[in-house]
Structure formats: structure tokens, C-alpha cells
């Protein structure tokens, strides 16, 4: 047994020991009577991702070796995986808990992904629909109270770590390739295309099924604040650059409506209203890649919401791809998701558009008002890309292109409620 001395994260302190890592592998390894039949030979812990990257959980890894008491001697299984825990720092702790993201997470993958899995399963086991998802060995979720002591609130939740079976994060700096774009969009279309299915087959909302689902006026709530936040930085930034008066005019006259606009776009739309991610940019993805093939994972289901599935591709090609790549390519990427959803669709007796009465042609008008809450999204994170030039640049393209394209318009939500 080891443990390293010299790995340490903000969330150390979380006693990974033999006893508890015995109870994660009892629930990976469900067919064995109890967790005694399993002896921890060896394991490490480290932190999961660099200082500061992840706002919403404090992350480690771990890497465990191990023996099941039935097997021969000297046999001996490896497990890699990723423990998400709350915050230590106070105050992004608070955020969490008090907007439920970690809560929602996990209920994301205890009753959301087993659902979809069950569903998928009685279609057919041959139905080539694996949710692009690391998968979870265990969840834990315990609410803090105040009486009669006070006690804080405790989340856990277990995932496969992929980067050992090859799976990379892609440069956000650079953003996505073409490749890599459209793995993303087939990626995610599995979700959208599983989760509309379920509704339709059984015939109810999953907002009523689900309803930890980040709602609407909670959810528009949580991003006003990110938004309002970072529009003084952008004014800012825009002042200090030539030619760019309308650009900072549109925006200035979109900020008293910001509100309505997250709100009205958030909304879920029938019939197409399905699972989204809503956080769907490049650092939620992580890619495996070779000649013959490119394969994404999705990460962070912190803010899985029930809203309209152009949510997630706007968001993902306002944010994650170069302003040449998002002017040649969008309606190819588009293209792509829509074929990968439809078709997948067809696969659980379901045609989006003979029983929807939702086309190709739909989707890219949707798309077109998506883009302007992935606009209000990026801009509640534009710290992220002040200060890079890469990405500065990618930023003021995308500006000049969406206040050319009229996009820039507060009317263009609430066209989407007409």
C-alpha cells in the first residue's frame, strides 16, 4: 500500500482510505456479496486538474490496484478515476450549494443516464447509442442541516477518469478542429436524440420527470449575475479598440433586456424540447483521436438543463472554434447534427419531422437565436479570453459577425416564443 506524499489538492483532506475505496469497488464490481471480498493492494491520489480551472468541484485522481478474494493468486485488476467533491474555498462552496450544481450532477447520473440506458437497452442492445459519458462508479449526496447541530452539506460523486484509455482535452486557445467539432455535435446529438425519444415514447415531460433539471427562471437567474459581471469588463476591453462603436452600442442596448432574452431562450420549446448540457464548450470535452476515428466524451453535467438542443451547438461554435472554422463550416456542422440526430431518431421508430413537424431549415433558424444566449454566456466568462490573443481575437470576431448578421437584437428572443 502507498499513498504519495507529495500529492496534494485543495480537496486532500477527503480521507480516501482502503475502507472507503473498498466501497467504491463494491459498486463497480455489483455481482460480489460485500465489500470485504475485496483487498486494495495499491493506491495513489493527486489532483484531478490545475489550480483553479474548476470552479465547481475540487477534483482528484486516483488510481487504485486491487484483488478480488475468488480469483486466482497473485491475480490483480487497475482502476483509474476522478472524485468530485465540494469546494473548500467558501464562497464558490455557497455557489455551488446553493444553486445545487453538484446535486445536480449527480442526480444527472443516477436517475437521467440510467433511464436513457434503459431505454436504449429495450430498443435493442445492438442499437450503437453509447452516451459519450465517463461512466460512474459511485454517488453520494447528503444536505447540510442546521439542527439540531449545524452540519455542512456533502456531495461525492465517482467517474471514470478516460485519460488513461486515451482521451485528451483539446486547446481552447486554439479551439476545436473540423474533426473534432463534429464528433462533439454526434457526441451530443446522442444525448438530445435518447432524451427526446424517452419523452415522446412515454409520453411525458421530462421537466416533470426530472425536475432537479436547472429550471428556467433559476437557471436565467444564476447566468444574469455571470453576465452582468462580465459586460463591464467587455465594454472595457471594446472602448480600448478602433472601430468597434456599434458593436459596443448593440451591447449596450442589449443589457437592460439580458434577462428576459437568458430567459425566453433557456425556455424549452416543444416539440423539440430534450436534456441539454448548457455548458457545452470545449472544456467540457475530451477527445480520442486516431486515423480512422475521433471520439468525445462529454464532461460537467453540473448545468443539465430541459431546453432546446440549438442551446448546445451555439454555444459550442460561438465559443470553441476559430472565426474562419464557425464562417466555412457552420452550416456543414449543423448538417452533421442534424443527420447524426434524425438518423439516430429513426433507430427508436421515431421521425423528427414526419411526427414533429421539425426540419433542417427549423434548426437553423432555432440555431440563429441560440447564438445570441451563447453570446450572453460567453460574455459571463469573458474573462477567460481577455488577455489571450487568440482567443481577444476570436471574441471581436465573433462580435462583428453576429452585430452583421442583425444578431445583436433583443427581438430576436422573443421571436422565438412566437
Known amino acids: 500500500m502507498s499513498e504519495s506524499d507529495d500529492e496534494s489538492t485543495s480537496g486532500a483532506d477527503w480521507p480516501v482510505t482502503e475502507e472507503w475505496l473498498q466501497v467504491v469497488l463494491k459498486e463497480h464490481h455489483k455481482e460480489l456479496p460485500d465489500a470485504s471480498m475485496i483487498t486494495v493492494l495499491d493506491f495513489s491520489v493527486r489532483p484531478g486538474c490545475e489550480t483553479g480551472e474548476s470552479v465547481l468541484s475540487d477534483i482528484l485522481a486516483v488510481a487504485v490496484k486491487y484483488s478480488l478474494r475468488e480469483e486466482p493468486a497473485g491475480s490483480s485488476h ?21 444553486a445545487q450544481f453538484d446535486l445536480r450532477e449527480i442526480k444527472f447520473y443516477t ?118 459581471r462580465g459586460l463591464p469588463q467587455l465594454s472595457q476591453f471594446l472602448e480600448r479598440r478602433s472601430g468597434l462603436d456599434s458593436v459596443l452600442a448593440a451591447l449596450n442596448d442589449l443589457r437592460p433586456h439580458t434577462k428576459n432574452i437568458i430567459e425566453n431562450l433557456l425556455a424549452p420549446e416543444e416539440p423539440m424540447a430534450l436534456i441539454t448540457h448548457t455548458d457545452f464548450w470545449c472544456n467540457n470535452l475530451m477527445f480520442k483521436e486516431d486515423e480512422k476515428e475521433c471520439l468525445c466524451d462529454i464532461l460537467d453535467w453540473q448545468m443539465v438543463t430541459y431546453s432546446r438542443p440549438t442551446n448546445d451547438l451555439a454555444l459550442l461554435l460561438n465559443s470553441s472554434i476559430s472565426a474562419e472554422l464557425r464562417r466555412l463550416h457552420t452550416d456543414e456542422i449543423l448538417d452533421e447534427y442534424w443527420d447524426s440526430l434524425t438518423s439516430s431518431c429513426r433507430k427508436m421508430k421515431v421521425d423528427v419531422e414526419a411526427e414533429l413537424g421539425y426540419d433542417r431549415k427549423k434548426l437553423g433558424e432555432d440555431f440563429k437565436r441560440s447564438q445570441l444566449l451563447a453570446l450572453l454566456l460567453c460574455i459571463g466568462s469573458v474573462d477567460l479570453a481577455i488577455g489571450n490573443v487568440q482567443m481577444e481575437d476570436r471574441l471581436l470576431e465573433l462580435l462583428q459577425d453576429l452585430h452583421a448578421d442583425g444578431l445583436l437584437c433583443a427581438d430576436l428572443a422573443t421571436k422565438a416564443q412566437n
Not at 78 to 98: C, N, Y
Not at 139 to 159: F, R
Not at 173 to 200: D, M, N, P, W, Y
Request: hydrophobic fraction near 35%; include cysteine; charge should be negative.
Open 111 to 228: 436517475q437521467v443516464v440510467p433511464d436513457l440506458e434503459s431505454f436504449r437497452q429495450n430498443i435493442g442492445d445492438d442499437l450503437d447509442l453509447r452516451l459519450p459519458i465517463p461512466k460512474c462508479y459511485y454517488a453520494h449526496y447528503t444536505a447540510g442541516t442546521n439542527e439540531p447541530e449545524p452540519t455542512p452539506p456533502e456531495s461525492v460523486l465517482v467517474l471514470e477518469n478516460i485519460k488513461p484509455i486515451g482521451f485528451n482535452s483539446a486547446d481552447f486557445s486554439r479551439g476545436l478542429t473540423l474533426r473534432q467539432t463534429k464528433s462533439a455535435v454526434e457526441a451530443v446529438a446522442k444525448v438530445h436524440s435518447l432524451s427526446l425519444c424517452l419523452k415522446i415514447k412515454e409520453g411525458k415531460s421530462l421537466s416533470d420527470r426530472y425536475p432537479f433539471l436547472f429550471q428556467t427562471m433559476r437557471a436565467s437567474d444564476s447566468y444574469q449575475q455571470l453576465v452582468e
Open 78 to 98: 487497475s482502476l483509474s478515476f476522478i472524485i468530485k467533491l465540494l469546494p473548500q474555498d467558501p464562497f464558490s462552496r455557497f455557489f455551488v450549494t446553493e
